[in-house]
């Protein structure tokens, strides 16, 4: 049995076109896979599997004639027959199917896209941008200019199409309605439905000289910029919205979206892991053995005094809280995570070689656990 789209989405049944593609905008954005590219296996399989569900749920009622076969029944395939037996109907039963199809278009008069009004207003389609970020910008924010190229409505005609927003006269074969009735007959008798009117193509008036800007059109593709605040804690391949400035709605309906997507940039030593920071620290084997303090970089900038306790071993994490990067949405922030590399001296002169042998004899007495655990388990002396 198919899924209730409606409560996929979220919406109620009477949802018009818009309210259908604003509620698949905000799902899909909360739940395209590349949000969790960082979370665990099981998000992000989640996150597939709500994505393909949104994106399937979307697609039926986005499509006129699946949704109009959805709502009366449950499915967008249509009706199903049992195949063959007492009262069922099948392809070799004379072609009902094709019979069907023919009165379920009349029924639901005709091909909602053919007759629905080329006029009526529809909003404008989406523009999406990627635009690059540097580590920085993406973890403390940055105010960025942006420029694209969208399609507005012509301010020569007003977007009519016509000389002055003026040359144009009623059709005569709708009466301006846009639309004309078309008489079918079937075998139930004569089925009336509506069909976008061929002369004017649904808008109802047709332009008796063209506009000299757009050429008729009634649109114009322009270059815009816009200002935009990006907010600290952005991560690679996340997207902001930005409502009413993708390319021009049709017949007085708002304009699309423009949707950035970033990319941000690698940064030099810092790794991210969500909101933590991650750096690898070598240290010289004096330091891990005797302990010492030592400067660590900051993100943005600066630094900070850690201290290396004493017998520190390689790969040990110290971790700093709050010097991450901040959360997109609350006033914290992560913690960073500075992993331990003791560094061994390489190329020693005759010198250091004696003077590491001397000390290592005085060294090889002092207590070694991990050393003494691993014989004891092991039985080696």
Partial sequence: MAKNYYEVLGIKKDASADEIKSAYRRLAKKWHPDVYATDTEAKRNEAKDKFTEIQHAYEVLSDPQKKAAFDQYGSEEGPQFSPGG???????????EDIFSDLFSVFSGGDPRRTSRASAPRTGEDIEIQITLTFEEACFGVNKEIKYKCVENCSACNGTGARNGTAYKTCTNCNGAGVVNVDQRTMFGVMR??????VCRGRGKIITENCNVCSGAGRVEKQKTVNVNIPAGVDNNQML?????????????????LILVFKVLS????????????????IKVSQAILGDKVEV???????????????????TVLRIKKKGIKHLRRDTYGDMYIKIIVDLPTNLSSK????YKEMFEELDKASYNRVERYKQVTNLK
């Fill in 86 to 96: 007492a009262g069922g109907f099948h392809s070799g039963m004379g072609g009902f």
């Fill in 193 to 198: 439905s509506q069909q976008v009117c061929n």
């Fill in 241 to 257: 919205t930005i409502a009413n400035e993708g390319n021009a709605g049709y017949f007085g309906a708002p304009s699309g979206n």
């Fill in 267 to 282: 940064h030099k030593f810092f790794v991210r892991s969500g909101y933590d920071l991650k750096l690898d620290m070598p």
């Fill in 297 to 315: 970089p900051v993100l943005g900038g600066g630094k900070i005094l850690v201290t290396i306790p004493e017998g520190t071993s390689d790969g």
């Fill in 352 to 355: 250091q070689k004696k003077a």
